[in-house]
T-cell receptor, first 114, second 111 residues
Framework: KNQVEQSPQSLIILEGKNCTLQCNYTVSPFSNLRWYKQDTGRGPVSLTIMTFSENTKSNGRYTATLDADTKQSSLHITASQLSDSASYIC?????????????FGKGTTLSVSS | TAGITQAPTSQILAAGRSMTLRCTQD?????MYWYRQDLGLGLRLIHYSNTAGTTGKGEVPDGYSVSRANTDDFPLTLASAVPSQTSVYFC??????????FGPGTRLTVL
């Protein structure tokens, strides 16, 4: 069964610190992996997207990595800010599938404190 | 550009009553989706529409219906609400299979 597992479930860090969120998936083959950020009370917004052939993608202080061999992805946040407090969702698109087949992780809730 | 709008923002509904959640997009995307998001379960697909005039069932369609009379609108109807339908509902649209744009959500409480 295609699954996307994220860890940790929640995380608390101090402002200015770095952190790494993990995403393990069993979806195979897949066409791309995307990280979404969801602020409290808002809809998810795309942060990065990587195809199966890409290893890394950056968006400002956010850097996503992908290891297709081990089926693992990570999202690294550098010099965290209070505004980074949100839920981060890993989403995998199976190959040759329509948008109805997206596999969502349950998300990691990040809290950045001052 | 507004993107995707949803209405209402929140609603408290008595069990057994019907309700329609509205979703409108101005990006001319062909595909639209309805998800529910529950604590600990993540986003689950309820119904979808690949193009105007067509709809399909997602992972959790029971108790919900949709219609797609035109490209911009994709309403979700609960014919007879039950407490288990208490959730946050997100509408999304896409012009490609993988990049979905989400609305702000509707928080529904069924008592």
């Amino acid at each position: 069964k295609n699954q996307v597992e994220q860890s940790p479930q929640s995380l608390i860090i101090l402002e200015g610190k770095n952190c790494t969120l993990q995403c393990n998936y069993t979806v195979s083959p897949f066409s791309n992996l995307r990280w979404y950020k969801q602020d409290t009370g808002r809809g998810p917004v795309s942060l990065t997207i990587m195809t199966f052939s890409e290893n890394t993608k950056s968006n400002g202080r956010y850097t996503a990595t992908l290891d297709a061999d081990t089926k693992q992805s990570s999202l690294h946040i550098t010099a965290s800010q209070l505004s980074d407090s949100a839920s981060y969702i890993c989403v995998v698109t199976p190959a040759n599938q329509a948008g109805t087949a997206l596999i969502f992780g349950k998300g990691t809730t990040l809290s950045v404190s001052s | 550009t507004a993107g995707i709008t949803q209405a209402p923002t929140s609603q408290i509904l008595a069990a057994g009553r019907s309700m329609t959640l509205r979703c409108t997009q101005d990006m001319r995307h062909n595909a639209m989706y309805w998800y529910r998001q529950d604590l600990g379960l993540g986003l689950r697909l309820i119904h979808y529409s690949n193009t105007a005039g067509t709809t399909g069932k997602g992972e959790v369609p029971d108790g919900y219906s949709v219609s797609r009379a035109n490209t911009d609108d994709f309403p979700l109807t609960l014919a007879s609400a039950v407490p288990s339908q208490t959730s946050v509902y997100f509408c999304a649209s896409s012009d490609r299979a993988d990049e979905q744009f989400f609305g702000p959500g509707t928080r529904l409480t069924v008592l």
